[in-house]
């Protein structure tokens, strides 16, 4: 995965994880800037927005605050549990696929982190 930095750590991780701070600010925004957004939608778009934001923080220092992954790892898997039913039965939006592929696709890269050989360089 390339070169490691002073903690040991490849800097693939921290693009990974600036990665999902902006697919997290990338599908947040819409909600929180739109006009007709349900107020029920916005704060889901906040929580959203903050998990962006605690991605960009770990990325800063991902062997100090990775552990933190597991706030991510629990959120998106209760989002994919909580949305996975209505799309495979129809009644979801078309769009909220792709979101949880991505979802999905996180998830699956914070476990590598936080279980993977790498896991032995968090604090």
């Known amino acids: 995965m390339g070169k490691l930095n002073a903690a040991g750590l490849s800097p693939f991780w921290s693009w990974m994880l600036w990665a999902a701070a902006a697919y997290n600010l990338i599908v947040a925004v819409p909600a929180l800037l739109g006009p007709d957004t349900a107020q029920g939608d916005r704060v889901t778009a906040v929580l959203v927005a903050s998990f962006g934001v605690l991605y960009a923080l770990i990325a800063r220092a991902p062997a100090l605050y990775g552990r933190m992954l597991w706030a991510g790892v629990l959120g998106k898997a209760g989002i994919l549990a909580t949305l996975l039913p ?15 592929a991505g979802d999905a696709l996180f998830m699956i890269g914070f476990l590598a982190l936080l279980l993977g050989p790498q896991r032995r360089h968090l604090a």
């Open 86 to 100: 209505s799309i495979l039965d129809g009644r979801a939006p078309g769009a909220t696929g792709y979101v949880l």
